[in-house]
């Protein structure tokens, strides 16, 4: 019996010390240009998942229905997601490009998720991915109106599709290293008050790539 509890223990012990050896060891590559692998890919899935499935509102969507709230979601669905998530017609930024998890298209989410879920993840974003929080900064109200035009997604008319575009920030940009800085000037003028989000790492680059009297207009 003794030997039973020795062999338990020192058991319980390999399983908790080795994982931390494995990580203080600098064996996992934690770079973001690194693909998780099966493991790690499937477990956060799952763990995501579950927890939203758990946390997420019963409640309806009390914007659902109302037209008004859908444009208004558009409008913000353009200005705060697309230049990750993109839409239709409407491509990614291209620092989404070196998002991973990468920000999948939202037509699948629309289906596949109920408004209570796609609230809750907008809201609480998720953990250790580019997936940002909205409650800290936005009323629920909005998160709910951004929701509502979520579920549109998959059948938005050729009208709406036109009106994200134009209010999404990355309407001019290029998918070329050049075309990035080039079009700044444009999109900045086009869109003078879209400075206040985006990659802060993106134009700390560009701030210090340029002359400083440009460089207040490349805050984006
Ligand atoms: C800075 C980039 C970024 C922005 C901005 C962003 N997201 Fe995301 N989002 C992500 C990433 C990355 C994921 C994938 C996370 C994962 O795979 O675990 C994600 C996942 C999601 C998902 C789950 C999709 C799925 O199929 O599992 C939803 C829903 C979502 N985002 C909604 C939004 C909404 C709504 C907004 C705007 C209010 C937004 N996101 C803005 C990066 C972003």
Redesign the pocket.
């Given at each position: 019996m003794k030997r039973f509890w020795w062999g338990l223990g020192t058991g319980i012990l390999v399983m908790l010390v080795l994982p931390l050896i494995v990580m203080a060891s600098g064996l996992i590559n934690m770079g973001a240009t690194t693909k998780p692998g099966v493991v790690e890919k499937n477990f956060?899935?799952l763990a995501?998942r579950s927890s939203m499935a758990w946390r997420a509102p019963e409640q309806k969507n009390p914007m659902a229905g109302d037209s008004q709230a859908v444009e208004q979601g558009l409008t913000?669905?353009a200005q705060?997601?697309a230049?990750?998530?993109g839409g239709p017609g409407v491509e990614p930024g291209v620092f989404?490009k070196g998002?991973n998890?990468?920000?999948?298209q939202?037509d699948?989410?629309a289906e596949?998720?109920s408004q209570g879920?796609?609230f809750w993840?907008?809201k609480h974003?998720?953990r250790m991915?580019?997936?940002?929080a909205?409650g800290p900064t936005?009323q629920d109200e909005e998160?709910w109106k951004?929701?509502a035009f979520?579920k549109k997604i998959p059948e938005l008319s050729q009208a709406q599709k036109e009106q994200l575009k134009e209010a999404a920030p990355t309407k001019h940009q290029h998918d070329s290293k050049h075309g990035e800085a080039g079009h700044h000037g444009e999109r900045d003028e086009k869109n003078p008050d879209h400075n206040d989000?985006g990659?802060e790492s993106e134009g700390q680059k560009q701030r210090t790539d340029e002359k400083p009297e440009n460089a207040h207009k490349h805050g984006e």
């Open positions: 956060a899935a995501i913000s669905y705060m997601c230049r990750c998530h989404a998002l998890p990468p920000a999948p939202l699948h989410a596949e998720f879920e796609l993840i907008t974003g998720i991915t580019g997936m940002p909205f936005h998160i951004i929701v979520i989000h990659s």
